[in-house]
């Protein structure tokens, strides 16, 4: 039996749905093989045909643990067979029906998928080495270090948090002329409020909700060009599919706009070219990492890019770029939560505090935690 070297970090089964379509040249060779196309995700370095077998969207022996047998690695071998389930339940979902069971599933594999990325295994397994570090430090020796030597590879088998999911989740179907991305980390997380949600899902789907203060989780996966697996509170309960007409290109645009900033390397498409105004679209990509601002009242969210002019213990002095948003907010009002995001990492927060100054026409705000030293 040979050794399972390549192995899919996103699963073959699932990028065999983005497989673009090329009958016309399989008239002119009918040994050409179809792919998917792949770009960067800042989109500048073109779209390139790659096969779902080819290297690139492969790494070799990435699952293995070290006591493995090569032809047969515990956790690859775990993966392989969630994923041979994956065809059957998308047929049905495909097909317009959408049960209690393949919903359970669906939710089961989108957390695992989140899960197996090595984006997510790198940041996990290196705060797990941190901690072994300093308990080997304490005790001496590195029996802790080999305690936990490839945890979280080792909890991908026994860990399942769909059920989290299940309870809020629907399946978009996407009728609309733009199609779906995807990328080489396909499972977008992020927290939403209500304004958020009505950019992303149409209104008649959503749930009555006035306060854009509080956000809630959303789990976005597409499943093919046309299909797509969605969680999220906000969803109006009973919702069992949300229909995308060509009235909601907006909604597209923002989902495949989440997709390309959620990649980790690669974006997928099964059509060349799939978003509009690549130029433009590509410039705004590639200013993501700004620093971003998040101010929090009872009521409101304000979200900007920005930077920190003053920081202290227990008062904060923010230039907030988007000056209109700033119109938001009061001197004295109360504020559940600000925090500065550099690179998508916190580096400054603080909750129970309240607006001391602003400065309107500059953008400056300042913040005093209510517990004062």
């Not at 969207?57 to 090569?70: G, I, S, V």
């Not at 041979?84 to 939710?107: A, H």
């Not at 907030?320 to 925090?339: H, P, R, S």
Request: contains cysteine; proline residues 5%; hydrophobic residues 35%.
């Amino acid at each position: 039996m040979p050794e399972k070297k390549k192995q899919h970090l996103v699963p073959a089964c699932y990028l065999k749905n983005f497989i673009a379509n090329t009958t016309e040249q399989l008239k002119e060779n009918p040994n050409y093989e179809s792919g998917i196309y792949v770009n960067n995700n800042t989109l500048t370095s073109g779209w390139k045909l790659r096969s779902i077998r080819h290297v690139s969207l492969t790494k070799p022996y990435f699952y293995n643990l070290p006591e493995d047998n090569p032809e047969q690695p515990m956790v690859e071998n775990f993966l392989s067979k969630v994923e041979g389930d994956f065809s059957k339940y998308f047929k049905e979902v495909n097909e317009g029906t959408i049960t209690n069971e393949n919903m359970s599933f669906f939710s089961y594999f989108v957390t695992l998928q989140y899960m197996r990325v090595d984006t997510f295994i790198n940041m996990f397994q290196g705060a797990w080495d941190k901690i072994a570090g300093f308990m080997d430090n304490f005790e001496g020796g590195d029996k802790y270090k080999t305690a936990l030597k490839d945890i979280t590879k080792r909890q991908l088998p026994i860990i399942d948090l769909g059920y989290l999911l299940h309870p809020h989740s629907t399946i978009i179907y996407n009728s609309t002329p733009f199609k779906f991305l995807t990328s080489d980390n396909p499972v977008v997380r992020r927290q939403i409020n209500i304004s958020d949600a009505v950019e992303i899902i149409p209104s008649r789907s959503l749930v009555e909700f006035e306060n854009e203060s509080i956000e809630f989780v959303f789990f976005f996966f597409p499943l093919s060009p046309r299909v797509a697996y969605v969680s999220c509170e906000l969803i109006r309960p009973g919702c069992n599919a949300v229909i995308f007409s060509k009235d909601d290109l907006s909604n597209i645009f923002f989902l495949n706009y989440y997709s390309i900033v959620n990649s980790h390397e690669k974006v997928f498409s099964s059509v060349i070219e799939p978003m509009k105004a690549e130029s433009q679209l590509s410039q705004l990509l590639m200013q993501e990492n700004k620093t971003t601002i998040k101010i929090y009242t009872q009521t409101k969210r304000l979200i900007s890019p920005g930077s920190i002019e003053g920081n202290a213990k227990s008062i904060v002095s923010l230039k907030i770029e988007d000056i209109e948003q700033v119109g938001f907010i009061n001197k004295e009002d109360e504020i559940t939560l600000v925090e500065v995001i550099e690179n998508g990492r916190s580096i400054r927060g603080m909750r129970n505090c309240k607006v001391t100054f602003i400065d309107y026409v500059n953008g400056i705000v300042t913040i005093e935690s209510n517990f004062q030293p």
